[in-house]
């Protein structure tokens, strides 16, 4: 089945600085690569995606960047605010095997210090 | 957030009870999931579903079994609970496909004493 890896557990930087999450991935069938935001209490909500036919994607102060061949994809924030502080995690997919769906990474704790 | 609810939304109860946690949508997607969220592990695939009565097992499936009879309904049930099944489960949908981002529901978190 598939295997995703994220790094770090735990990003803290200051506030107005990039951050970068990163992740690898095992499948090389894997298509799709989502990433979600969890603040403290509340269900993982979608921030952003890229398919695998796309190598980088951008959305304000957020970006994917995707590399089939080393098989990893990463996670921008540009100008980090408060609001950012929260856990984010990576995903890819999966189809077959006993599971159509997502596999996802273990979380990175992004900390936004003021 | 695409008619998604899940119940109840707490819920504490002793070990080798049986439990189960119900997931309903509004709007006849055919792909659920259920995840269980722990820290350290982050989210895990328990069971899944593309249709009704057509379920299968995920990542972390012993100990739990599921049963969709109705296109807008998902119930997992833990035959048996044990203490290793506190957790936090989250229910998910599939707006476009098995391969397509997902929406959550709110979470169920189910303590067992």
């Known amino acids: 089945g598939e295997n995703v890896e994220q790094h770090p557990s735990t990003l803290s930087v200051q506030e107005g600085d990039s951050a970068v999450i990163k992740c690898t991935y095992s499948?090389?069938?894997?298509?799709?690569f989502p990433w979600y935001k969890q603040e403290l209490g509340k269900r993982p909500q979608l921030i952003i995606d890229?398919?695998?036919?796309?190598g980088e994607k951008k959305d304000q102060r957020i970006a994917v960047t995707l590399n089939k061949t080393a098989k990893h994809f990463s996670l921008h924030i540009t100008e980090t605010q408060p609001e950012d502080s929260a856990v984010y995690f990576c995903a890819a997919s999966i189809k077959g095997g006993g599971a159509d769906g997502l596999t996802f990474g273990k979380g990175t704790h992004l900390i936004i210090q003021p | 957030d695409a008619g998604i609810t899940q119940s109840p939304r707490h819920k504490v109860t002793e070990t080798g009870t049986p439990v189960t946690l119900r997931c309903h949508q509004t709007e006849n997607h055919r792909y659920m999931y259920w995840y269980r969220q722990d820290p350290g592990h982050g989210l895990r695939l328990i069971h899944y579903?593309?249709?009704?009565?057509?379920?299968d097992k995920g990542e972390v499936s012993d100990g739990y079994s599921v049963s969709r009879s109705k296109t807008e309904d998902f119930l997992l049930t833990l035959e048996s609970a044990t203490s290793s099944q506190t957790s936090v489960y989250f229910c998910?949908?599939?707006?476009?496909?098995?391969?397509?981002?997902?929406?959550f529901g709110s979470g169920t978190r189910l303590t067992v004493v």
């Open positions: 499948d090389s069938a894997s298509n799709y």
């Open positions: 998910a949908i599939s707006v476009q496909g098995w391969d397509y981002g997902y929406t």
């Open positions: 890229i398919r695998s036919n796309v």
């Open positions: 579903s593309y249709g009704v009565k057509d379920t």
